[in-house]
């Protein structure tokens, strides 16, 4: 079964406002890996957040992550109808051998103008 | 210019024909990655390879096949037992930090269509 699973499936906003993404998933984790998707396009890194981090900035995004509750959320603040995308997480799950990423089933973000 | 390619961009497959998508990397890394992508849905991994002439089964690998004769390429080959073949195909790259997972870099895309 798919390691992460994001949260809503589909969000609509208006451009300006803030878009909160989550991811949950089920094993210890080395890092959680966010990346975004344009339609028919391939996937674009946004951020890594390793198992020892909390939180990470990049530009208007935000990522948190609490180990504890097996979680991580993706915040884009002030969004523009350009972040209008598909939003996976991806976890890399603690292991002992064998290096992969699990992908989720994504969030598609709307913004309208 | 640095970065991953894949070709075709769109790929059509008749009946009983074992078609070969192509992914090739400048980017000097180690590990490559296959991905199947369906309407609306994540990814899942068919094969991975992180070095030479090794490669491991992902989550679906049955119809599939792959080699990596050399570090920049990694071809995929569905075959004619792959019975729903029609999706999107993507290949990844990334440098290995001991047994963790660093960023993938993806290529486009192909996509795969039955005739």
């Known amino acids: 079964s798919q390691q992460g699973e994001e949260d809503p499936q589909a969000l609509s906003i208006q451009e300006g406002e803030n878009a909160t993404m989550n991811c949950s998933y089920k094993t210890s984790i080395n890092n959680l890996q966010w990346y975004r998707q344009n339609s028919g396009r391939g996937l674009v890194h946004l951020i890594l957040i390793r198992s020892n981090e909390r939180e990470k900035h990049s530009g208007r995004l935000r990522v948190t992550l609490d180990t504890s509750k097996k979680s991580s959320s993706l915040l884009i603040t002030a969004s523009r109808a350009a972040d209008t995308a598909s939003y996976f997480c991806a976890t890399d799950p603690f292991r002992t051998s064998g290096s992969r990423l699990t992908f989720g089933e994504g969030t598609q973000l709307t913004v309208n103008p | 210019d640095g970065g991953i390619t894949q070709s075709p961009k769109y790929l059509f497959r008749k009946e009983g024909q074992n078609v070969t998508l192509s992914c090739e990397q400048n980017l000097n890394h180690d590990a490559m990655y296959w991905y199947r992508q369906d309407p609306g849905q994540g990814l899942r991994l068919i094969y991975y390879?992180?070095?030479?002439?090794?490669?491991q089964k992902g989550d679906i690998a049955e119809g599939y096949s792959v080699s990596r004769e050399k570090k920049e390429s990694f071809p995929l080959t569905v075959t004619s037992a792959q019975k729903n073949p029609t999706a999107f195909y993507l290949c990844?790259?990334?440098?290995?930090?001991?047994?963790?997972?660093?960023?993938?870099?993806f290529g486009p895309g192909t996509r795969l269509l039955v005739l």
């Open positions: 990844a790259s990334s440098t290995l930090l001991g047994k963790y997972q660093e960023t993938q870099y």
């Open positions: 390879s992180q070095i030479v002439n090794d490669f």
